[in-house]
T-cell receptor, first 113, second 115 residues
Framework: NAGVMQNPRHLVRRRGQEARLRCSPM?????VYWYRQLPEEGLKFMVY????????ESGMPKERFSAEFPKEGPSILRIQQVVRGDSAAYFC???????????FGPGTRLTVT | AQSVTQLDSQVPVFEEAPVELRCNYS??????LFWYVQYPNQGLQLLLK??????LVKGINGFEAEFNKSQTSFHLRKPSVHISDTAEYFC?????????????FGSGTQLTVLP
């Protein structure tokens, strides 16, 4: 499957724990975007990364959230000390950087109890 | 700054009837426009895109959209819907502004096709 892969698909965390969401972009893509979808809402941009670089993190909450896209391996979205308001679907998308088309993964649904 | 307004949150329509899902955008830079479809508990699938050229864009599953620059609209249409078209549809805009390659999404339109 050459599509965007995300894991886990579902993640349950208790308040105060850490959540790590992984995204492997489509083959040949080196640009990754993270979006968050709250219940009954559209997707909101969080962060845009290229390999080893954060290009735009204007949508990231100032605290507890971080993202990386190392030279090797998947992109990681990390949420420390999760709170109930972090419960949402987190989607990763990738592109080849030459076009504005983005291809989305199936998402990770985070539930904070 | 960019924004997208999807004027209808819910659109019920009978099977085999035509449908139009409305989308208006605002942007201060050149725009690229997209429609995505999301089935329950799944990711987003690209239906169609406008990048440049012809303002009438054809996509998958029989959908098409027309870019209207003067009205800043990008409405999605299908002449005859099927039950399987029931899903959430999102309009999105991207713009060429430096490093700003992220998409801005509308709040979505739930299309429900009734038998």
């Amino acid at each position: 499957n050459a599509g965007v892969m995300q894991n886990p698909r579902h993640l349950v965390r208790r308040r105060g724990q850490e959540a790590r969401l992984r995204c492997s972009p489509m083959k040949g893509h080196s640009h990754v975007y993270w979006y968050r979808q709250l219940p009954e809402e559209g997707l909101k941009f969080m962060v845009y990364l290229q390999k080893e670089n954060i290009i735009d993190e204007s949508g990231m909450p100032k605290e507890r959230f971080s993202a990386e896209f190392p030279k090797e391996g998947p992109s990681i979205l990390r949420i420390q000390q999760v709170v109930r308001g972090d419960s949402a679907a987190y989607f990763c998308a990738s592109s080849n950087g030459l076009s504005y088309e983005q291809y989305f993964g199936p998402g990770t649904r985070l539930t904070v109890t | 700054a960019q924004s997208v307004t999807q004027l209808d949150s819910q659109v019920p329509v009978f099977e085999e009837a035509p449908v139009e899902l409305r989308c208006n955008y605002s942007s201060s830079v050149s725009v690229y426009l997209f429609w995505y479809v999301q089935y329950p508990n799944q990711g987003l699938q690209l239906l169609l895109k406008y990048l440049s050229g012809s303002t009438l864009v054809k996509g998958i599953n029989g959908f098409e959209a027309e870019f209207n620059k003067s009205q800043t609209s990008f409405h999605l249409r299908k002449p005859s819907v099927h039950i399987s078209d029931t899903a959430e549809y999102f309009c999105a805009v991207g713009g060429s502004s430096g490093s700003a390659r992220q998409l801005t999404f509308g709040s979505g339109t739930q299309l429900t096709v009734l038998p």
